[in-house]
């Protein structure tokens, strides 16, 4: 994956700003251009003026409280915007083109974000029922699946600091999406310092010998990555030493037994990771099926994950 154009959205929230720290990591580590964007969704509009929250802000439902409120949403977002281009000057030395849009969360997204080869979103993660719901959650947090359905190309959902990572996994089962999602997760674990791992997941006991020779055919695709216990080997070598197959399969590769997608799940958890996923099994949002793997990792997770195209 050649990244050289990254939109990231943003809305205020804790999760935006770890998508914004996010989107600065992988733009260093893929040498891109970065750009944000904020929308000013309408539809918190009818949530300020529903008997809930009008009463207590002195509202009456009418075109003129509409207006105010949604002039006081494109201030605010405009104010995030404006502190993102100091963070992004801090981080990047640029200062980061800004958008700043009127429309439906999720559509605004994906549009800005058709040219772009990563979107990065912030969510909550499966943990946000500890959280109570609020507008910020409405306009971010609730979009990130649909935009990990509906984008065209990859995209990044943040749920912690990028400084929390210990580990790039990807989930590897021999597919097409999931060997390009192999090279971009060797990318980025040579460029960030990250341990690099890969898991294999099969339904049963029976089928893990049968997996040996996936794994193999992976582990033959790793061209720069060189596991931490083959650092010093290297360095004290006279000339350039790639590690073998085997011991890439020894060192990067695993085979679990358990039910795909929990199994996954688990596996970046407990190594602090990094997620990435091929994006197959995707169909268009309104027809998303539960069942699908990639569906219920995004769905369920605990960590960031990112959906390769």
Same mark, same amino acid.
């Given at each position: 994956?050649?990244?050289?154009?990254?939109?990231?959205?943003?809305?205020?929230?804790?999760?935006?700003?770890?998508?914004?720290?996010?989107?600065?990591?992988?733009?260093?580590?893929?040498?891109?251009?970065?750009?944000?964007?904020?929308?000013?969704?309408?539809?918190?509009?009818?949530?300020?003026?529903?008997?809930?929250? +009008?009463?207590?802000?002195? *509202?009456?439902?009418?075109?003129?409280?509409?207006? #105010?409120?949604?002039?006081? =949403? $494109?201030? %605010?977002?405009?104010?995030?915007?404006?502190?993102?281009?100091?963070?992004?000057?801090?981080?990047?030395?640029?200062?980061?083109?800004?958008?700043?849009?009127?429309?439906?969360?999720?559509?605004?997204?994906?549009?800005?974000?058709?040219?772009?080869?990563?979107?990065?979103?912030?969510?909550?993660?499966?943990?946000?029922?500890?959280?109570?719901?609020?507008?910020?959650?409405?306009?971010?947090?609730?979009?990130?699946?649909?935009?990990?359905?509906?984008?065209?190309?990859?995209?990044?959902?943040?749920?912690?600091?990028?400084?929390?990572?210990?580990?790039?996994?990807?989930?590897?089962?021999?597919?097409? +999406?999931?060997?390009?999602? *192999?090279?971009?997760?060797?990318?980025?674990?040579? #460029?960030?310092?990250?341990? =690099? $791992?890969? %898991?294999?997941?099969?339904?049963?006991?029976?089928?893990?010998?049968?997996?040996?020779?996936?794994?193999?055919?992976?582990?033959?695709?790793?061209?720069?990555?060189?596991?931490?216990?083959?650092?010093?080997?290297?360095?004290?070598?006279?000339?350039?030493?790639?590690?073998?197959?085997?011991?890439?399969?020894?060192?990067?590769?695993?085979?679990?037994?358990?039910?795909?997608?929990?199994?996954?799940?688990?596996?970046?958890?407990?190594?602090?990771?990094?997620?990435?996923?091929?994006?197959?099994?995707?169909?268009?949002?309104?027809?998303?099926?539960?069942?699908?793997?990639?569906?219920?990792?995004?769905?369920?997770?605990?960590?960031?994950?990112?959906?390769?195209?």
């Amino acid at each position: 994956m050649k990244t050289t154009h990254v939109l990231v959205a943003l809305d205020g929230s804790e999760y935006s700003q770890n998508a914004s720290l996010a989107a600065f990591w992988m733009t260093r580590a893929t040498d891109a251009e970065l750009e944000a964007l904020a929308v000013v969704d309408p539809r918190i509009v009818d949530l300020f003026l529903s008997p809930e929250f +009008a009463e207590d802000l002195g *509202l009456k439902p009418s075109i003129d409280a509409s207006a #105010k409120i949604i002039q006081s =949403l $494109k201030r %605010i977002a405009n104010i995030v915007l404006n502190l993102w281009k100091g963070d992004c000057q801090a981080h990047l030395g640029v200062e980061g083109k800004t958008h700043l849009e009127l429309g439906d969360t999720t559509e605004e997204i994906l549009k800005r974000g058709k040219d772009c080869d990563l979107i990065v979103v912030g969510h909550r993660g499966v943990g946000y029922k500890d959280h109570q719901p609020s507008a910020t959650h409405f306009r971010i947090g609730s979009v990130a699946e649909r935009v990990a359905v509906g984008a065209r190309k990859s995209v990044l959902i943040s749920v912690a600091p990028p400084d929390a990572l210990k580990t790039i996994l990807v989930a590897y089962d021999g597919s097409e +999406a999931s060997k390009g999602a *192999l090279l971009l997760a060797e990318q980025l674990a040579v #460029k960030t310092g990250k341990q =690099l $791992k890969a %898991i294999h997941v099969v339904p049963k006991e029976e089928q893990r010998k049968q997996s040996t020779s996936t794994i193999e055919l992976g582990a033959s695709l790793l061209r720069n990555y060189i596991p931490a216990l083959e650092n010093e080997r290297v360095r004290n070598a006279s000339v350039s030493v790639k590690p073998s197959t085997k011991e890439l399969m020894d060192s990067v590769f695993s085979i679990k037994v358990g039910p795909v997608g929990k199994t996954i799940l688990d596996e970046a958890q407990a190594l602090n990771a990094l997620l990435i996923i091929g994006a197959y099994g995707f169909k268009d949002p309104e027809e998303n099926t539960l069942g699908s793997t990639t569906t219920h990792i995004v769905r369920s997770t605990r960590s960031s994950v990112l959906v390769y195209r």
